[in-house]
């Protein structure tokens, strides 16, 4: 006879096998010698060294990017490419025994990374632009830090924070690699055929920076030690530089307050508008009453580079709590403004008022009012009449 609490008891059944499941494949992959094959860019390398560098009394460190590619053979291995390092923003910590990254920077930046690199497979697949091995998603690595003197491997906190990140159904990741970067080490004489689980680079004191590479599976649960090679960056693909948005994130914070301060609903997007990556950072503007949009494209590198403006007429299906979908609608009619005459675009200037010229070229406004200062007789003479007596003070002190 079933019972109301059989369910219950079969899902704590299933998940108890499961754990039991996991943990027999991680022993098996350790006696095994199961880990991943690890090539690294050496452009990676280097932004680790500049990294360390800046930082030599503190601990530091930064996120990494790349690809992991499986082996579907019955005894491959599944090979990690290490291809970029993303440094935290201003709000990091940094001191002698304690490093803590910053806020979302690094977040916004891997995201914009995947989302160009996801447009790239798009466009480039089954093409020479597109290797077939590198068809796969862009993905965040793990993070390398920089301990204090020679502590090579990974610490307890490390081991915990790691295992948190991967008990994380949320995050959905079964691996990290976690790279120790340490300095000071005496330059090593000779080269050695062993397969050892770390690299050296010299630096600019005459010491080396020294990087141990430790990996971490979610069913192994111990880090395990795994041999880098470190190839040119000529010979992986390269990531695209960061959009404007990311790296003047308080110009973009000005950039909207200004449009929405002057009457405008503002929404903003990446956007594919010419075919390439880097993608496009778009806002669409509309005012109140209106029946039509602006549309403003950005490249990655605004302000330098001006941005261009387009009409769209209202269409139906425009909803702008899906500003991407409604981007696209809007895209598919919209049709080129031309810049106002005698209209010159410079980076101190901002989307707004580039609008305004637009406007008033349109006849929707009047031009802004300049106020010019005017002098009459009476202020001259008053200014001068001033002049005489700081004149006549001064000889009568002397």
């Given at each position: 006879m079933?019972?109301?609490?059989?369910?219950?008891?079969?899902?704590?059944?299933?998940?108890?096998f499961?754990?039991?499941?996991?943990?027999?494949?991680?022993?098996?992959?350790?006696?095994?010698?199961?880990?991943?094959?690890?090539?690294?860019?050496?452009?990676a390398?280097?932004?680790m060294?500049?990294?360390a560098?800046?930082f030599?009394?503190?601990?530091?460190?930064?996120?990494?990017?790349g690809?992991?590619?499986?082996?579907?053979?019955?005894?491959?291995l599944?090979?990690i490419y290490?291809?970029d390092?993303i440094?935290?923003?201003e709000?990091?910590?940094r001191?002698?025994?304690?490093f803590?990254?910053?806020?979302?920077?690094q977040?916004?930046?891997?995201?914009w990374?995947?989302?160009?690199?996801h447009?790239h497979r798009?466009?480039?697949?089954?093409?020479?632009?597109?290797?077939?091995?590198?068809?796969?998603?862009?993905?965040?690595?793990?993070?390398?830090?920089?301990?204090?003197g020679?502590?090579i491997?990974?610490?307890h906190?490390?081991?915990?924070t790691?295992?948190?990140w991967?008990?994380?159904?949320?995050?959905?990741?079964?691996?990290?690699?976690v790279?120790?970067?340490?300095v000071?080490?005496?330059?090593?004489?000779g080269?050695?055929e062993?397969?050892?689980?770390?690299?050296?680079?010299?630096m600019?004191?005459?010491?080396?920076?020294r990087?141990d590479?430790?990996?971490?599976?979610?069913?192994?649960r111990?880090f395990?030690?795994?041999?880098p090679?470190?190839?040119?960056a000529?010979?992986?693909?390269?990531?695209?530089?960061?959009?404007?948005?990311?790296?003047?994130?308080?110009?973009l914070?000005?950039?909207?307050f200004?449009?929405?301060?002057?009457?405008?609903?503002?929404?903003t997007?990446?956007?594919?508008c010419?075919g390439?990556?880097?993608?496009?950072?778009?806002?669409?503007?509309?005012?109140q009453?209106?029946?039509?949009?602006?549309?403003?494209?950005?490249q990655?590198?605004?302000?330098?580079?001006?941005?261009q403006?387009y009409?769209a007429?209202?269409?139906?299906g425009?909803?702008?709590?899906?500003?991407?979908?409604s981007?696209?609608?809007?895209?598919?009619?919209?049709?080129?403004?031309?810049?106002?005459?005698?209209?010159?675009?410079?980076s101190?200037?901002?989307?707004?008022?580039?609008?305004i010229?637009i406007?008033?070229?349109?006849?929707?406004?009047?031009?802004?009012?300049?106020i010019i200062?005017?002098?009459?007789?009476?202020?001259?003479?008053?200014?001068?009449?001033?002049?005489?007596?700081s004149?006549?003070?001064?000889?009568?002190?002397?």
């Amino acid at each position: 006879m079933r019972t109301t609490d059989e369910p219950e008891f079969v899902r704590l059944m299933q998940a108890e096998f499961e754990h039991v499941r996991n943990r027999l494949r991680g022993m098996a992959m350790i006696s095994r010698g199961i880990v991943p094959n690890l090539v690294l860019s050496q452009r990676a390398v280097e932004r680790m060294l500049s990294a360390a560098s800046q930082f030599m009394a503190d601990e530091t460190g930064e996120a990494m990017v790349g690809f992991v590619i499986n082996d579907d053979t019955p005894e491959g291995l599944p090979t990690i490419y290490v291809l970029d390092t993303i440094s935290p923003d201003e709000t990091a910590v940094r001191r002698s025994h304690t490093f803590q990254q910053g806020d979302a920077l690094q977040d916004e930046i891997i995201w914009w990374l995947q989302e160009n690199w996801h447009f790239h497979r798009e466009r480039h697949r089954g093409s020479e632009a597109l290797e077939d091995r590198f068809d796969v998603p862009l993905r965040y690595l793990g993070d390398w830090h920089k301990q204090p003197g020679s502590m090579i491997q990974p610490s307890h906190g490390d081991h915990m924070t790691a295992l948190s990140w991967l008990d994380d159904d949320d995050l959905g990741m079964d691996s990290l690699l976690v790279p120790i970067v340490t300095v000071g080490h005496a330059p090593i004489i000779g080269e050695t055929e062993l397969a050892v689980n770390y690299i050296t680079v010299p630096m600019e004191n005459g010491y080396d920076m020294r990087v141990d590479w430790w990996y971490i599976h979610r069913d192994v649960r111990k880090f395990q030690p795994v041999h880098p090679v470190v190839v040119p960056a000529d010979n992986l693909p390269s990531m695209m530089k960061y959009g404007w948005h990311v790296v003047l994130a308080d110009r973009l914070t000005d950039e909207t307050f200004a449009l929405a301060n002057d009457g405008l609903l503002v929404r903003t997007l990446f956007y594919e508008c010419d075919g390439e990556v880097p993608l496009e950072f778009c806002f669409i503007t509309l005012r109140q009453d209106s029946s039509s949009f602006v549309l403003f494209v950005t490249q990655h590198d605004y302000p330098q580079r001006d941005p261009q403006a387009y009409h769209a007429p209202s269409v139906a299906g425009v909803n702008l709590m899906d500003p991407v979908a409604s981007f696209q609608l809007l895209w598919e009619v919209a049709t080129r403004i031309e810049d106002p005459p005698g209209w010159q675009w410079s980076s101190d200037k901002q989307l707004i008022d580039y609008l305004i010229a637009i406007e008033v070229e349109m006849g929707l406004r009047q031009p802004p009012i300049q106020i010019i200062p005017v002098f009459n007789h009476a202020d001259e003479a008053i200014g001068d009449a001033d002049d005489l007596q700081s004149d006549s003070e001064a000889q009568e002190h002397d």
